[in-house]
Every structure is written in C-alpha cells, then in structure tokens.
C-alpha cells in the first residue's frame, strides 16, 4: 500500500511539473518547446540591441514578434538537430568570438562585459546567444558543404569568365593631397590652386616624402596623418581615384585630378594583389590523443608525455605516430600533415606552429579534437596564385548557391519535426501590454518593458 502511494505521489509530481511546462510553453517542437518566458527575454534581448544601434522599432507589433518567434524556432530546430549530430560548442570557443568581439570595440574582455552591463543586457544572456549563433553557423556550414558540389569545370569557367571578381580584392595602401578651391572660384584662385599641386608634386619626384607633403600643404581632412586613407580594396577607394590606381606603380604618385573640390594627387605606397600573391606556408606533424569515457585531460596529456620523452630519448617521432596517434589520416604519415597557409587550423594549433622554433616538440596542449604534440618541420613563401584563384571561385559560387539550399533545408527540418504552437491566438502574445507601453510616451522607447 506504501509503495503503490508512493507512485501515485511521483505521478502526480510529475504531471503537475509537465502541465507547469505546458503553462507556460508557447510553441512545442518534438519533445522540446520555447516558453513564454524564453521569448520574452528574447524579445528584450533583440529590442536592447535596437536601443543600442539607436534604431526605431517597427510599428507593426505583432509582425515583429513573429518573425522573433519564428527565429527562435528555426534556430531551436538547428540546436537540436546539432545535439543529434553530436555537435558540440566548447566553452573556449565562446570565450574567444567574445574576445573577438571586444577586441571589434577597442576593448578587453572584462571591459566588454562592464559596457553590456552597463547598457543593462544580461551577459548570460549574450553569451548564450552568441553560442546559438555559432552552432547554427557551424551547422549550415556542414550542410552547404554536404550538398553543394562544384565541379572544377565550374570552377574554371569562373575564373574564365569572372576575371574582375579577383581585381575586386586587391588592396591598395593609399594617401591623398587635396588643394581646396572655394564653392565658386575666380579664374585666379584656379590657376593659383594649379600651380600649388605641380609644386607639390614636383617636390615629390624631387625626393620629398609624401607624408611630409602632406602635412605641409594638404587641405584635406588627413593632412595630419600625412594623406593616409589605409589599405582599401578597389570598391572601397573614392571613385576619383579608381582609374589612376589602375595604371599606378607602387611608390607613384598619380596624375593631377580635378574635381569641384579642388586638385587631388594620389599617392599609391602598397598593394596587395590577389595575382602574383605569395602566403607563407608550414609543414608539421603531430600526434592527436582523443578525450573519452576512459581517457580523460590527465590520462590523454601524461600519455603524450610519456610519447614526448621518448622521441626526446631517441625513438622515431613517425613510428610513435604510426603506433599511438588517434589521427588515423596523418598517423599513416608518421603524423605529418600537409603544408598549410595560415588560418588552417584551429586557433590552439595554430599559435602553437606560430611559436614553436622549427624541428621542437611542443608541450601537450588541448584543442576541440582532443590532446595534441606538434612539432614545425619548416616554414616557407609560396607562389600561391592559382590555388588562390580557385579557392575564391569555389568561395563565391558556393555563396551564390547557400542561401536557397539552407532555405530549403530549414523548410524540410521543419516538415520532419513536429512543431505545435500552444497559443492559437496572437493577440495573447502580450499584445495588448506591447501595445499600451508603445503609446505612452513615445521617446522612453520601451514598449515592451513590464
């Protein structure tokens, strides 16, 4: 009699804990849902982020909660089928997209933090979103690169016929000298702006530097800087001087330009061009212990220690990679990988071959794929132009295609997924409190504040 009073106490716990789910629930997708609370918080998440970019909420109120509904259901649906795939964000990974996004700021991580408080976001918050963001991209990813295939046809044909996408990413490092001429100038006041910039550019086939020029007689804003408008590509240089670039050796100085603001001269000290360009590239080995149920942090870096102290002591660093390395890829090659341009790797891989002095062995070190030693077998400038070439042909014909494959593929996810929205009527959705704080006082621009 106790036991069967007992079950009937659990059963009647956890029915009131699932109608208390339900309660509050507002859509339903498989055996997961989004409650009211989550959404609100998202909506005061998204409606901070319009106070913080200083712009107007939409009017149209309950269009815009629905299109942060269907986010969030479309974002849920990507989370879930992640866990499915056994995908999985690491802690350190959100650490470094927040660093990332202080560094954006001018700012530390902590000051980072400080400045959200400050503008009253919820930190916890944030970080939770930006793992979202970073497990539905990692997803999308995934899928475009499982159901876009580019023949190299396709990519010849590209590079054919699309020459000019290359020329689009060139950089130029350029300066400028502007002589101003007033909004209706006098006959004289041209010829004498004229003669100014023939003498500054005369001073510079002279040997004068540039900068020096500038500072000197420039009417433009950067004058003080010595001309300098930094590294642009060919879409983000001012259009007067995009046909003078064109024709333009590095260290010249361009043909006079007039324009109504008066007499320019362009200074081009650097280019980078996507033709003739040279990358440096590095040649390591490894040897990889994965992290499981058995093999913990501990167990995984003592081993490579272990590992380390023999080839140290003279054993083959290939054979002990052949018998030991959980990378079964590069462990058939003694560990060996690839030679490989900069930003191939994850970031712990890859500040480890930028420090390490060639031909020693790191200390283990962790990434997302387990416990690493590396040694750098060397370092060196290749020509690498046509791999270039068709890595930013693969690059924009994929983009061309991604977005209709991941629509399409969010339409299926949908279709095979069961979603149930809870409330049938929208206007519940705390419209009428939307509504009422939207009309009172316009400028507190609050309208979803409880």
């Known amino acids: 009699m106790k036991r069967t009073l007992f079950i009937i106490i659990i059963l009647l716990f956890y029915k009131s804990s ?15 849902v989004i409650t009211q609370n ?28 629905k299109q942060i509904l269907d986010h969030m259901i479309n974002a849920r649906l990507q989370v879930n089928y992640a866990t499915r795939q056994g995908l999985e964000i690491q802690e350190w990974m959100i650490d470094k997209a927040m660093e990332n996004l202080a560094q954006r700021s ?11 408080i400050d503008k009253k976001m919820d930190y916890n918050t944030y970080r939770n979103v930006i793992k979202e963001e970073l497990i539905t991209r990692e997803v999308q990813r995934r899928i475009v690169a499982e159901k876009i295939k580019i023949s190299n ?26 002589v101003s001429l007033s909004e209706n ?25 540039f900068s020096s020029l500038a500072r000197n007689y420039s009417d433009s804003g950067n004058a003080m800087s010595g001309g300098d408008l930094g590294w642009r590509k060919l879409s983000e240089v001012p259009k007067i001087f995009i046909n003078e670039l064109e024709n333009l050796q590095k260290g010249n ?19 980078k061009e996507v033709i003739n360009a040279k990358i440096q590239e590095r040649k390591a080995r490894h040897i990889l212990i994965k992290k499981n149920a058995i093999v913990t942090d501990d167990v995984a870096k003592n081993k490579l220690l272990e590992l380390k102290m023999r080839i140290t002591n003279g054993e083959s660093f290939g054979d002990i990679a052949r018998a030991h390395s959980d990378d079964t890829m590069s462990a ?31 200390t283990p070190f962790s990434t997302q794929f387990g416990w690493h030693i590396l040694e750098v077998l060397g370092k060196r400038d290749q020509d690498n132009t046509e791999i270039i070439k068709k890595n930013m042909a693969r690059k924009y014909i994929t983009s061309s295609r991604s977005r209709e494959v991941i629509d399409a593929w969010l339409i299926e996810l949908k279709e095979n997924n069961y979603i149930k929205y809870v409330t049938e009527n929208d206007n519940n959705f705390n ?7 939207k009309n009172i006082e316009q400028q507190l621009w609050d309208p979803f504040s409880e």
């Open 431 to 437: 419209n009428s409190s939307l509504s009422r704080e």
């Open 185 to 209: 100038p006098s006959m004289n006041e041209k010829i004498e702006a004229k003669n100014k910039i023939d003498m500054i550019k005369e001073k510079f086939n002279k040997g004068e530097k």
């Open 18 to 32: 699932y109608s208390k789910i339900l309660d509050q629930a507002i859509v339903i997708i498989e055996n997961d």
């Open 38 to 65: 989550e959404f609100q918080k998202k909506i005061n998440f998204v409606i901070s982020q319009y106070k913080i970019n200083n712009q107007p909420i939409p009017n149209d109120l309950q269009a815009f909660r």
């Open 332 to 362: 058939a090659s003694g560990g060996e990988l690839e030679w490989a341009g900069v930003g191939t790797f994850v970031p712990e891989f890859e500040d480890q071959i930028d420090n390490l002095p060639l031909n020693q062995i790191s």
């Open 106 to 116: 001018g700012l530390s991580l902590s000051e980072f933090r400080q400045n959200l």
């Open 153 to 178: 046809k396709e990519i010849e044909e590209f590079i054919m016929h699309k020459s000019h996408v290359f020329k689009e990413n060139n950089q130029y490092k350029i300066s400028n000298i502007l």
């Open 253 to 271: 100085v361009s043909n006079i330009i007039e324009t109504v603001n008066g007499y320019y001269i362009c200074f081009l000290e650097d280019k």
